[in-house]
């Protein structure tokens, strides 16, 4: 039989979530804030991308507006990517930033960008189903570990008042 003794303030056991906390009380889920926010730049450029691409060279989509499910001309879609690309980067900066309110605005964007791009799928079938498991990827991430920021948060605050 071995005698083993354990360090004070240590714990026994699986592992466990809170086993992986930082000195500053920080999460090591953090990183999927960070992965989120990197989504976000990622979905934004995309989104830009596929706007330019609807504005400038229309024929390059498989099918004419009339085979989309909301039938609007290309370039209206042009519009409506590349502005919400703009906004989901601006939104994905934010995110990174630690703002809590890019939470809120980063889930609403996510399920926007879903819902644009299963209206889009007509157009580029492979390109949409992409960009909505991303949207469903941030959303998971936001949602499931999004307050795990607020430690860092607070942190800044009390580190900005000294």
Known sequence: ?????????????????????????????TGWIVFAGVMMLMMGAFHVIQGLVALFQDTY??????????????????????????????????????????????????????????????????WSITMIAIDVLVIYAVTMHGKEMKPIMAGRATSDDE
């Open 61 to 126: 989509y498989l099918v004419g507006q009339e085979g989309l499910v909301v039938q609007v001309d290309y370039t209206t879609w042009g519009w409506v990517h590349t502005i919400l690309g703009a906004v989901v980067i601006l939104a994905g900066v934010a995110l990174l930033a630690g703002q809590m309110w890019a939470r809120v605005i980063a889930i609403i964007l996510a399920f926007g960008s879903a819902l644009v791009n299963i209206a889009f799928l007509g157009a580029y079938p492979l």
């Open 1 to 29: 039989m071995s005698n083993t003794r354990q360090a004070p303030g240590t714990k026994t056991g699986a592992a466990t979530r809170d086993t992986y906390d930082t000195a500053d009380g920080t999460s090591g889920w």
